[in-house]
């Protein structure tokens, strides 16, 4: 029994590592046309198109030249290095915030070398997401490095509750997805990534995809990491590794259902009204820190 228990972690992770990107995007979708009364495509529907699109030569625009060939290519293997350190923890969780930025330098390059002006205004957009997201994802992995531990008390559950909103506002953000960005209408080309590789198509619109889907799949298994590190019900009992990383697994999926809910239910506010919002919640996970710091 205990042989079995000693491999049966890294299978466990292996089987996540290779099927929770693509679940987590196929559950957005799916929750998300349940709650608009619609059946939807297959959870699985990204993996077919994927698998479809990567089969398919590039057609490249007039202004094409080098970004246009590395850049899906750069974006895909940093993706793949984030979705990997969030996986099986081989490094520091602080490399995130890095790789996150190489896989945007890469799609940046991409949609400006193209010149396409709808492909600009979306960049410009991913600069202000970044400029915004970055400082409140450093202070939020900081405290995911720290051995803090939320207890089962009022005040933990509190200060766990709180924290949790800001992150999911961050993440909302880091992903464009609503109130921050509405991937379900062309209205003022809201789309940021959608209008940034409005000239990608073929193997490298794929690389892309897949950049975005190991992007998305490491925050949602982040947060539900987080959840499980800090909580003093897991810490307090002498849980086999294993049930953790099932726990953290069944957590990501969760939050992807929260995703597609929210973004059936929510609305895109104003782009204006976004740097507000993201400057607030600097400032209050910056004084929750503090709070927590000292308590």
Not at 49 to 63: E, L, N
Not at 147 to 166: D, E, R, T
Request: proline share 5%; with cysteine; hydrophobic share 55%.
């Amino acid at each position: 029994m205990e042989i079995i228990l000693k491999y049966l972690d890294p299978v466990i992770r292996i089987v996540s590592f290779f099927t929770l990107p693509f679940l987590c995007g196929g559950l957005i979708q799916k929750i998300r046309s349940y709650s608009q009364g619609r059946k939807g495509a297959p959870v699985l529907q990204i993996l077919y198109d994927t698998w479809r699109m990567i089969r398919k030569k590039p057609v490249d625009g007039p202004f094409s030249g080098f970004f246009t060939e590395a850049s899906p290519l750069i974006a895909f293997l940093a993706g793949l290095v984030v979705w990997s350190l969030a996986s099986f923890e081989w490094g520091s969780f602080l490399l995130i915030p890095f790789l996150i930025g190489v896989m945007r330098f890469a799609l940046l390059a991409y949609s400006v070398e193209n010149g396409t002006s709808f492909a600009g205004m979306g960049a410009a957009r991913e600069i202000i997401l970044y400029v915004f997201c970055e400082p409140i994802m450093i202070l939020v992995l900081v405290v995911f490095e720290s051995h803090l531990v939320f207890n089962a008390n009022f005040a933990s559950l509190a200060f766990g509750g709180l924290f949790l909103l800001g992150t999911s506002l961050v993440i909302l953000a880091e992903l464009a997805k609503p109130p921050f960005d509405d991937p379900r209408t062309h209205l003022e080309l809201t789309m940021v990534h959608e209008a940034m590789l409005l000239e990608a198509s073929g193997s490298r619109r794929a690389l892309f995809e897949l950049a975005q889907q190991f992007k998305t799949s490491s925050l949602f298994l982040f947060v539900a990491k987080m959840g499980v590190y800090h909580g003093e019900f897991f810490l307090s009992r002498s849980v086999p590794p294993f049930w953790l990383d099932v726990v953290a697994t069944l957590g990501a999926l969760f939050v992807s259902v929260c995703v597609g809910y929210i973004e059936a239910n929510s609305t895109r506010r104003k782009w204006l009204w976004i740097p507000e919002l993201l400057g607030l919640n600097f400032i209050f996970m910056l004084f929750l820190g503090i709070l927590l710091k000292l308590g």
